[in-house]
């Protein structure tokens, strides 16, 4: 049983301060401690009656993209295994309330300036070296480097000091207060401290987690084994993992039919129909977001520097197509990026800006152009493509000639880490499913300090600063989350399309699995029925 308590005022108010008797395991083995819900059209059906999980077995994913060692500590499409190798400290449940992981129980002073956490003891890394307080102090020094491509590298600079109280006791002290810490904390894998060079390389990959990476073959996929000393008890059911990586959508959807394949995330949304009317697939939306599409706009490329001709491509998109024609129906059209879950979601944001291509032009006259002719950046991958080629037609009809850069995923995102993208761009994002302000400290495309699209603003930093350090309930943090909400509407440097959380296809004999809210698949718990 565990006992909650609340937070000080000065620290998180609506998450709340937990402190796990016997370490959370009752919680992590029910599976309750994990992640967003998914949300089935065909729910798979429970084993049979009296025999509960099933051990064994080799799970098959498929992937449209390979493993990239140099982005292991960013967040992108590329981060699926990375929980099955590593751990987290804490972990959410689908109410934002942080759960225990690799942290046992925390407690945050009153001036919100400190936080201290219990760690959890008898857990080794796959070599067998134990875990200790040393390895979460890499951990996060590791993502203050000021070359740290990691997204939430602002908040792990907010951490000035660690006091140890043994191996297994931790105090971080903060800066000043802020309202992500526990986004942080599950966004940040813990590697091992020794290999961390090799980690990057690809050449080894030493973690707590529930499968041993045994080989990796660029271009072809990935290979892991059940860790026999993990430290949570029987777990996991599975014997092995394979991510296999296939491009190609036909192939990717002939895989899971024909039963090669048994869980993929990367189905295109053209191909979703079919695949709900395959009888053993089922299709599973992570509704409470996680991903957004969007297109990107570089503010230093004339005329793309004038905030009118930005707003006329905002009014341009065709959202409700995309979400239709594009993504299957699955995901929200917004003009925000907030799904609904969020604290900074509201109707009237979202639908800021509607198709209305009669005043895109109009806007867009009235700054000087009637043609444009704009490179877009797009990840070379069917359904990107895809979303890439409606916004193509839909500003075609503003007067706006698009030519598409299709661009293989690891170099998209090292552009995007290296604000390095043309006048414009199509890709997802995510980061606006957790803490609000998290989305403006850290999300490449929207980070105050430094965003891919090179818009600065004294009064954007000014208020997303108020935002991240000021308490996340009460009238002061609604007032800040709207005013971030009216700035990325008005000055349109980031033009989001639909919000869409992840959209799982599996076997419906597979069952337990789930992702975190970096969208890290967690398989603890996964079995395969029959």
């Not at 944001?349 to 002719?373: F, M, Q, V």
């Not at 009460?474 to 971030?484: D, F, P, S, V």
Request: glycine fraction near 8%; charge should be positive; aromatic fraction near 8%.
């Amino acid at each position: 049983m565990t006992e909650l308590y609340s937070t000080p005022s000065t620290a998180l108010s609506r998450r709340t301060t937990l402190r796990a008797a016997g370490g959370g395991t009752l919680l992590l083995g029910l599976g309750l401690a994990g992640c967003r819900s998914a949300v089935s059209e065909a729910e798979a059906p429970a084993g049979k009656a009296g025999t509960g999980p099933r051990r064994g077995g080799t799970l098959t994913v498929a992937v449209n993209s390979d493993f990239t060692p140099s982005l292991l500590f960013a967040q992108s499409g590329q981060s699926l295994q990375h929980r099955l190798i590593y751990n987290t400290l804490t972990r959410y449940d689908d109410r934002l309330r942080p759960q225990p992981e690799l942290a046992t129980s925390w407690e945050y002073a009153r001036d919100g300036r400190s936080i201290t956490l219990k760690l959890r003891t008898g857990v080794t890394y796959h070599d067998g070296r134990p875990f200790t307080a040393d390895d979460v102090i890499f951990a996060v020094k590791n993502l203050q480097n000021p070359l740290s491509a990691a997204q939430l590298r602002a908040t792990a600079a907010a951490v000035t000091g660690f006091e140890k109280r043994g191996d297994h006791e931790l105090v971080l002290r903060l800066a000043h207060p802020v309202n992500n810490l526990f986004d942080l904390f599950e966004f940040m894998i813990v590697t091992d401290r020794h290999s961390v060079e090799d980690a990057v390389a690809g050449k080894r990959l030493n973690g707590t987690g529930p499968f041993e990476l045994t080989k990796w073959s660029p271009g072809t996929g990935l290979r892991f084994t059940r860790n026999e000393k993990y430290w949570q008890p029987d777990r996991p059911y599975l014997d092995g993992v394979e991510f296999r990586v296939v491009p190609q959508a036909d192939a990717l959807l002939s895989s899971l039919r024909t039963g090669q394949s048994q869980l993929s995330f990367s189905v295109p949304g053209k191909n979703l129909a079919v695949v709900a009317s395959t009888p053993d697939l089922a299709i599973s939306e992570y509704t409470t977001g996680g991903g957004a599409f969007y297109l990107g706009v570089n503010t230093t490329v004339a005329p793309l520097n004038d905030k009118t001709v930005r707003q006329a491509l905002a009014w341009a998109v065709d959202r409700e197509r995309i979400l239709k024609q594009v993504l299957g129906g699955y995901g929200l059209a917004s003009a925000t990026p907030w799904p609904k879950s969020s604290p900074a979601f509201s109707e009237t944001g979202r639908t800021h800006y509607t198709y209305d291509p009669g005043k895109a032009r109009e806007l867009l006259k009235s700054a000087g152009h009637s043609r444009l002719d704009l490179p877009l950046l797009h990840i070379n991958l069917p359904g990107d493509t895809a979303v890439a080629e409606a916004i193509q037609y839909d500003l075609k009809q503003i007067g706006v000639q698009v030519t598409l850069r299709p661009t293989d995923p690891a170099t998209a995102q090292k552009n995007l880490i290296a604000q390095k993208m043309p006048g414009l761009w199509a890709m997802s994002h995510g980061f606006a499913q957790v803490q609000p302000s998290t989305l403006a400290v850290s999300a490449y495309p929207f980070n105050e300090a430094k965003n891919t699209s090179k818009f600065r603003s004294a009064a954007y930093t000014k208020v997303v600063r108020e935002a991240w350090t000021t308490p996340e309930t009460g009238a002061r943090a609604n007032t800040l989350r709207q005013q971030i909400t009216d700035t990325l509407l008005d000055e349109a440097f980031i033009i989001d399309l639909v919000i869409r959380g992840a959209v799982q296809v599996a076997a419906k004999k597979l069952h337990g699995v789930t992702l975190n809210k970096f969208s890290y698949l967690n398989l603890d718990d996964a079995y395969l029925a029959g």
